[in-house]
């Protein structure tokens, strides 16, 4: 498979959000075209994320990663916080994911960041062997909490 990953722009939108729906859908919430081109459209004009799409030769979008800025407060550096990737079924096992990740950690290192968080649910064990495989390492000594608003 000849694969591209570039930063995804404001004519990417829909090619995106088609992929982000999907992976809504992944995650058991219903599909909402509108709202996931929305959603993508407001993060890419607003820049409050980095979108890596991967797209095949065909010009097919395969996958995308999600990239959303925050700061280390001891260490005083930016880091990112990975929130998204998403491989499409007939692409999985193919190298697209690895690929998105080692795009994102290229940018990350470019940019002079200390790092790159992301959280997996504790079932992905597919996930979790990619992440490890890449050297992220897994917390175990913090416990990570949520409020629900």
């Known amino acids: 498979m000849s694969l591209s990953i570039r930063q995804a722009t404001e004519s990417d939108v829909q090619l995106v959000a088609i992929l982000f729906d999907q992976y809504r859908v992944f995650y058991e919430q219903q599909s909402d075209p509108a709202l996931a081109q929305q959603f993508i459209r407001e993060r890419i004009e607003k820049s409050e994320s980095v979108i890596f799409l991967a797209q095949e030769e065909s010009g097919d979008a395969v996958g995308f990663t999600q990239l959303y ?13 990975l929130n998204d990737l998403y491989v499409t079924p007939d692409a999985r096992g193919t190298g697209v994911g690895r690929s998105l990740l080692e795009k994102a950690e290229t940018f990350a290192r470019a940019a002079g960041a200390k790092g790159i968080g992301l959280q997996t649910a504790t079932n992905n064990l597919s996930a979790q062997r990619l ?13 990570s909490y949520f409020l629900s608003l």
């Open 69 to 81: 800025p925050s700061f280390s407060s001891v260490s005083a550096r930016r880091t990112w916080i």
């Open 131 to 143: 992440y490890e495989r890449l050297d992220y390492q897994k917390d175990t000594d913090f416990f």
